[in-house]
């Protein structure tokens, strides 16, 4: 096998899973507890409908499949930047506790406006958005992360880590909440639920934004990805300032973590098991075929999950991050096997 | 050999070690050696002297606490990261185990100090991959997954690594650790082969004392505080290897460079 054909395999790949992506995208607009046949929701999209469908469509199940495509790209990306930056093929923003690290910039946003009120603390934290929160509290546990990550060989003792900052960031919650009053209280479980269908049309193009411009970075950044595959002290010796190259990765897998999660809360296990989809249906390790066919396919179980969420004959809908476990602890435990196999 | 070109690594005064919290904590005192380009200088000594900490201070992974490191004539710091990477390739003993990773994608790694920002191979980049591949007798495994392969061919993948690197100079530590015997020598002899024919300076780390006396053609010793270079004869007369052996029950052959147990076995 020559680089031609490899090259010609990945493309052909990625052109089937874009137009899988598509057809999905379409479904998902299709599929929801009020049933709209294709024809009309087409005529809803050109403009032709009521109001009511058209609200339906174009306002709420558009937007929501929009979401959905965003995030699952977003956590797909990072979760492969945070892999092979951590050397960990476990490692993703949910495990490392980065999505957590979001979650208690929220809450101090949410909760903690109601206990500073006033003061200049609480000004500043009005201030900033919920995306800006999240992204700073993800910023904070990935740095820690990445300090401690340094002094720990043992790629099991990083996961615990995750786990405890994990933990320690949900503490820090729970004191919060403790101490909140009702109407915040309400107002961040109602964020912890998450959902791709709450997110205004503001917030989807900020979502929108970020995770092209992320998506971008980390195409920029896959020379060095494939460099950091071989440790950090290879990835020296070849000529790499590995201290800022890392940072830059790190900003961008933070960003788009904490946008993503800002606006549909914390969404697990999506960003762990798309890399490892991508690396067994390739059968590659190079991140410049690995990095855009996992975009597409975070893209496609995302709105595969947001189908299965909506329950389709049902009146209720599963909360998404319910679905995205339940289909990705299948692969988390498949690639803990796999692991355990080889070593 | 000294004096009559500018050797391809010389180390001056040269203290390694580490800055705890701002406080050195030298591991060798300081010493001055030297290493020929086509020469092949193995490191012995003992398990904890800091060969490794060693290594990583002539190519610049980590910093001296003095003294200088100069490579072909000009300081270590004089150097730009991207610099040091044409001049100086390094094989470690980590071991990273990358699922899917093709042999050929491992050795073009050495190649990334001359691709552009998205790491495209050039023609000549595949064929500098190819003919180092071949230089160690695995261009046939080419396509094969790199978790896949055994000690011995590990090896040779990760020295046609340094190789596609194209550097004047290669560190490797302790390639030979994990690899039965027959392996032990090949690689050796490889390294002796590419030192000779690529006109290299290769240093490598070792524990096999026999082999690097046989094969090599110069050898740093560190040992009790002590620094001793020279040809494995030279250091043979001089009973350097004595000294290494202290209180155990080996001795070294002076002549054949042969290591034996004294007195009887069991």
């Not at chain 2, 990760?158 to 560190?171: G, N």
Request: net charge positive; charged share 15%.
């Amino acid at each position: 096998m020559h680089a031609p054909q490899r090259h010609n395999k990945v493309v052909a790949f990625s052109v089937a899973l874009a137009a899988l992506t598509l057809l999905l995208l379409a479904a998902d607009v299709l599929i929801g507890s009020a049933p709209i046949p294709p024809a009309t929701a087409w005529r809803a999209l050109v403009g032709a409908e009521p109001s009511h469908v058209s609200h339906i469509i174009v306002g709420y199940r558009l937007p929501k499949a929009a979401v959905a495509l965003l995030v699952g790209v977003s956590l797909s990306v990072s979760g492969l930047q945070m892999q092979t930056m951590f050397r960990n093929p476990l490692a993703d923003p949910y495990i490392l506790g980065v999505s957590s690290g979001a979650g208690l910039g929220v809450a101090l946003l949410v909760m903690g406006r109601s206990l500073w009120g006033a003061t200049p603390v609480g000004a500043l934290l009005a201030g900033m958005g919920y995306a800006a929160a999240a992204c700073a509290g993800a910023a904070a546990v990935m740095l820690i992360m990445l300090a401690i990550s340094a002094r720990l060989r043992d790629i099991m003792a990083v996961l615990i880590l995750g786990v405890m900052l994990g933990s320690a960031a949900s503490a820090l919650i729970s004191a919060l909440q403790y101490f909140s009053r009702e109407a915040a209280l309400k107002s961040y479980v109602l964020w912890t639920m998450g959902g791709l269908g709450n997110v205004t049309s503001a917030q989807l193009c900020v979502l929108g934004a970020v995770t092209l411009a992320g998506s971008a970075l980390a195409l920029l950044s896959a020379k060095t990805l494939n460099a950091l595959m071989q440790g950090e002290r290879y990835a020296r010796s070849i000529g790499y300032r590995v201290g800022r190259r890392r940072l830059f990765l790190m900003l961008t897998a933070t960003m788009l973590t904490g946008t993503a999660t800002a606006f549909c809360g914390p969404v697990g296990f999506i960003g762990v098991a798309t890399p490892h989809v991508a690396r067994m249906l390739l059968r590659e390790a190079d991140h410049r075929y690995l990095l855009p066919v996992t975009m597409l396919l975070g893209a496609a179980v995302m709105l595969l999950c947001d189908m299965i969420s909506a329950l389709p004959g049902y009146e209720t809908s599963l909360p998404i991050n319910t679905v995205t476990s339940l289909l990705g602890i299948p692969i988390v435990i498949l690639v803990i096997m796999r692991n355990q196999k080889a070593g | 050999m000294a004096g009559e070109a500018t050797p391809a690594i010389a180390l001056h005064e040269l203290r390694t070690g580490y800055a705890n919290r701002g406080v050195p904590r030298e591991v060798f005192p300081p010493f001055s050696a030297t290493a020929a380009g086509a020469e092949l200088v193995a490191l012995l000594g003992r398990n904890g002297l800091g060969k490794s900490t060693l290594l990583r201070t002539i190519i610049g992974l980590q910093p001296a606490l003095g003294g200088e490191v100069y490579l072909l004539g000009k300081s270590l710091r004089a150097y730009s990261p991207r610099a040091l990477a044409t001049l100086v390739s390094y094989v470690s003993t980590d071991n990273v185990k990358v699922g899917n990773l093709k042999v050929f994608d491992l050795v073009s790694l050495g190649r990334y100090p001359y691709t552009g920002w998205f790491g495209t191979l050039s023609q000549r980049d595949r064929e500098v991959v190819m003919r180092s591949l071949a230089l160690v007798g695995m261009e046939a495994h080419a396509w094969r997954d790199a978790a896949c392969l055994s000690d011995g061919e590990r090896q040779r993948v990760v020295i046609a690594r340094a190789l596609a690197q194209d550097t004047p100079i290669i560190v490797l530590d302790e390639p030979t650790a994990f690899l039965d015997l027959p392996n032990r020598y090949e690689v050796v002899l490889l390294l002796k082969r590419l030192a000779q024919e690529q006109r290299r300076a290769v240093v490598f780390s070792t524990h096999d004392m026999g082999i690097a006396l046989k094969i090599a053609d110069s050898v740093w010793v560190m040992c009790d505080g002590e620094f001793y270079q020279g040809s494995p004869q030279a250091l043979l007369h001089a009973n350097v290897f004595d000294k290494v052996l202290k209180n155990t029950r080996l001795a070294v052959d002076h002549d054949t460079g042969e290591v034996r147990i004294v007195g009887a076995v069991g």
